[in-house]
């Protein structure tokens, strides 16, 4: 597993946080929202928003920034 991973495993199981919002290299606008990690497998990071799996690949984001 790698280091963003577990950060992102991390940042989730604090009850502080519900919700964490991703920003990538790819544009300057490109974002997502997750709430809950569920796996690294195959390089990427398998996480869902609500009901809709999320697949990142961690060595393109930028920041990760939690919100309550």
């Known amino acids: ?8 495993k991390d940042l989730l199981a604090n009850p502080e946080w519900d ?3 991703i ?3 790819m544009h300057p606008d490109a974002y997502i929202s997750i709430d809950r990690y569920i796996d690294y497998k195959h390089g990427f990071i398998i996480a869902q928003d609500g009901d809709t799996t999320i ?3 961690p060595d393109k ?3 990760i920034t939690p919100r309550q």
């Open 1 to 8: 597993m790698n280091e963003t991973s577990e950060l992102i």
């Open 61 to 63: 984001i930028v920041t």
């Open 23 to 25: 920003d990538f290299a």
């Open 55 to 57: 697949y990142i690949d």
């Open 19 to 21: 919700h964490l919002d």
